[in-house]
């Protein structure tokens, strides 16, 4: 028997969700909880109209709340608890789930709600805590960080002695018909594209000023991409556990349009992030106003296209994966391995697009993992410091296969 709650009920728990009612010989008791019960049982809902048969309870939760998750954990009494809400709520959660005996799972690391910027540390942190309390936090479990990070365990298991470079390439090539929206929290996403980018070399950390570095990758079954550079957390884990690596970047694609738009959103003081002060005029129609608080991209946010409603009309692809390059038995080699995933595909399948699928397969994954005893031990952990092995065969198994090109051109000096 095992007893999961999840978290969230956004587009990356939709998939999760789905993919642990086809599990069901691992995933026996299910819990779904948001800040809106109403969301949670409209997505259960949705799994039983497609012919799921199971008893997934539901509950509504602050996770901003410390009081209200020990409430909930000490009422359902979790195995484990899968963490898909915002970033800014991970360390609550954790907190949560310390005090409840709760083992802890997410795909995001930790960001402070009025910062864009992140890092491992805070949640590092916790390692002493969970160590003593015979519990598992497991980091980064969606794709990039994630699978990313497992791919590189693989590499290093299997082809390679030393990994000297490494770039993680994330293309998506699909289209939502839509003149600008993205592809998860339109917060969280335009608050990570806007930061400076950074990456690895020699020990050091350089960074660079948003999107100023780029240059055109070829991804597989879709072609050249305009790719750039970004700050992305797996690669403060990667190069701690895999300490030969001299050079790690992270690389994503734009389109043109996509660019142009998130300018004019920066230009016009859309991306704040900070609270402003705004006189409205009430709702009643009576003409008087009052003086309220916003912060512009949470309102950005309220009128962007929701990500959960792009999946219908998506077409095209994603492309994601790792080109890596060092030594075996002394010789060099390049390896690249990767997934592609196509949008129609994951939305007949759940109701969401590609983006939200190669998110939440991998948290679903990974929640296996843990209930199989496969990947459990106390403290927190990255997912590259587990045995990617059955991961790897799970990728296959639940939608997200992958493939390996070895000795070509990686196309990144």
């Given at each position: 028997?095992?007893?999961?709650?999840?978290?969230?009920?956004?587009?990356?728990?939709?998939?999760?969700?789905?993919?642990?009612?086809?599990?069901?010989?691992?995933?026996?008791?299910?819990?779904?909880?948001?800040?809106?019960?109403?969301?949670?049982?409209?997505?259960?809902?949705?799994?039983?109209?497609?012919?799921?048969?199971?008893?997934?309870?539901?509950?509504?939760?602050?996770?901003?709340?410390?009081?209200?998750?020990?409430?909930?954990?000490?009422?359902?009494?979790?195995?484990?608890?899968?963490?898909?809400?915002?970033?800014?709520?991970?360390?609550?959660?954790?907190?949560?789930?310390?005090?409840?005996?709760?083992?802890?799972?997410?795909?995001?690391?930790?960001?402070?709600?009025?910062?864009?910027?992140?890092?491992?540390?805070?949640?590092?942190?916790?390692?002493?805590?969970?160590?003593?309390?015979?519990?598992?936090?497991?980091?980064?479990?969606?794709?990039?960080?994630?699978?990313?990070?497992?791919?590189?365990?693989?590499?290093?298991?299997h082809h390679f002695d030393e990994i000297e470079v490494l770039d993680i390439v994330d293309c998506n090539a699909?289209?939502?018909?839509?003149?600008?929206?993205?592809?998860?929290?339109?917060?969280?996403?335009?608050?990570?594209?806007?930061?400076?980018?950074?990456?690895?070399?020699?020990?050091?950390?350089?960074?660079?000023?948003?999107?100023?570095?780029?240059?055109?990758?070829?991804?597989?079954?879709?072609?050249?991409?305009?790719?750039?550079?970004?700050?992305?957390?797996?690669?403060?884990?990667?190069?701690?556990?895999?300490?030969?690596?001299?050079?790690?970047?992270?690389?994503?694609?734009?389109?043109?349009?996509?660019?142009?738009?998130?300018?004019?959103?920066?230009?016009?003081?859309?991306?704040?992030?900070?609270?402003?002060?705004?006189?409205?005029?009430?709702?009643?129609?009576?003409?008087?106003?009052?003086?309220?608080?916003?912060?512009?991209?949470?309102?950005?946010?309220?009128?962007?296209?929701?990500?959960?409603?792009?999946?219908?009309?998506?077409?095209?692809?994603?492309?994601?994966?790792?080109?890596?390059?060092?030594?075996?038995?002394?010789?060099?080699?390049?390896?690249?391995?990767?997934?592609?995933?196509?949008?129609?595909?994951?939305?007949?399948?759940?109701?969401?697009?590609?983006?939200?699928?190669?998110?939440?397969?991998?948290?679903?994954?990974?929640?296996?993992?843990?209930?199989?005893?496969?990947?459990?031990?106390?403290?927190?952990?990255?997912?590259?410091?587990?045995?990617?092995?059955?991961?790897?065969?799970?990728?296959?198994?639940?939608?997200?296969?992958?493939?390996?090109?070895?000795?070509?051109?990686?196309?990144?000096?």
């Amino acid at each position: 028997m095992s007893r999961v709650l999840m978290i969230g009920a956004g587009g990356v728990a939709t998939v999760a969700a789905f993919k642990i009612v086809q599990n069901q010989d691992v995933f026996t008791e299910f819990m779904i909880a948001s800040r809106r019960k109403e969301k949670c049982d409209k997505l259960v809902k949705d799994i039983h109209a497609k012919g799921y048969k199971m008893d997934i309870q539901t509950a509504e939760v602050d996770a901003d709340d410390v009081e209200q998750l020990k409430a909930l954990f000490n009422s359902y009494k979790p195995e484990l608890v899968i963490n898909l809400a915002l970033p800014y709520q991970d360390l609550t959660i954790m907190d949560a789930c310390l005090a409840c005996g709760c083992n802890y799972m997410d795909t995001a690391n930790y960001e402070p709600k009025d910062e864009a910027h992140f890092e491992y540390s805070c949640q590092w942190a916790y390692k002493d805590k969970f160590e003593q309390a015979g519990l598992c936090a497991i980091l980064g479990c969606g794709f990039d960080p994630g699978v990313s990070g497992i791919f590189t365990a693989y590499a290093a298991k299997h082809h390679f002695d030393e990994i000297e470079v490494l770039d993680i390439v994330d293309c998506n090539a699909g289209n939502h018909h839509k003149a600008f929206a993205t592809n998860f929290n339109p917060e969280i996403n335009i608050r990570e594209i806007t930061q400076k980018g950074l990456w690895y070399k020699d020990g050091e950390w350089i960074e660079t000023d948003p999107l100023s570095i780029h240059k055109p990758l070829t991804y597989p079954n879709i072609g050249p991409r305009e790719s750039y550079l970004m700050h992305h957390e797996e690669l403060e884990s990667l190069v701690k556990n895999y300490p030969t690596i001299k050079e790690a970047r992270f690389w994503m694609t734009f389109g043109q349009q996509y660019l142009t738009y998130l300018d004019c959103i920066q230009n016009l003081g859309m991306s704040r992030i900070d609270e402003i002060e705004y006189e409205a005029p009430l709702a009643d129609g009576s003409g008087k106003t009052a003086k309220v608080k916003i912060v512009p991209l949470q309102f950005l946010k309220a009128v962007l296209p929701n990500p959960q409603d792009l999946g219908e009309n998506y077409d095209g692809e994603t492309s994601i994966g790792c080109r890596i390059r060092g030594k075996k038995d002394g010789k060099e080699r390049t390896y690249y391995v990767y997934n592609n995933c196509k949008h129609q595909e994951a939305y007949n399948e759940t109701g969401m697009q590609g983006v939200s699928y190669t998110t939440g397969v991998p948290a679903m994954i990974g929640a296996m993992m843990f209930l199989k005893g496969i990947w459990k031990k106390p403290g927190v952990w990255n997912v590259e410091e587990f045995d990617p092995d059955p991961f790897m065969e799970q990728l296959n198994k639940q939608g997200l296969p992958w493939h390996e090109m070895f000795d070509g051109d990686l196309e990144i000096d």
